[in-house]
């Protein structure tokens, strides 16, 4: 089974940097896109920030210039460094890695969130 594992969130000031983690576990193949959203009560799920197996990038364009995104392929994890955090950053972080297991089809797998809090 495939499991999705967010980390690293927490309480920040503004302007404070944090990292997240998102670790990839179980029978995978190739991560084709592995991506950032957030989520804040009564709003709709927003894209943060993916990267794909051939590198290409895509930030949501509040976060353009303060956020960026890695990934390590060996040990299958990706990043989020989030710099200059602002109050509106607050929301519940979720990775979610776009793969194949085995020989089977594409699957969207989703972790569990992790709270990111922006407050002085």
């Known amino acids: 089974q495939v499991q999705v594992v967010e980390s690293g969130g927490g309480l920040v000031q503004p302007g404070g940097s944090l990292r997240l983690s998102c670790v990839v576990s179980g029978s995978t193949s190739t991560i084709y896109v592995m991506g950032w959203y957030r989520q804040v009560p009564g709003k709709e799920r927003e894209l943060v920030a993916?990267?794909?197996?051939?590198?290409?990038?895509?930030?949501?364009?509040?976060?353009?210039?303060?956020?960026?995104?890695?990934?390590?392929?060996?040990?299958?994890?990706?990043?989020?460094?989030?710099?200059?955090l602002k109050p509106e950053d607050t929301a519940v972080y979720y990775c979610n890695a776009d793969l194949r297991v085995g020989a089977g089809a594409r699957h969207v797998f989703w972790g569990q969130g992790t709270q990111v809090t922006v407050s002085s």
């Open 50 to 84: 993916s990267i794909s197996n051939l590198g290409i990038f895509s930030y949501g364009d509040s976060v353009k210039g303060r956020f960026a995104i890695s990934r390590d392929n060996a040990k299958n994890t990706g990043f989020l460094q989030m710099n200059s």
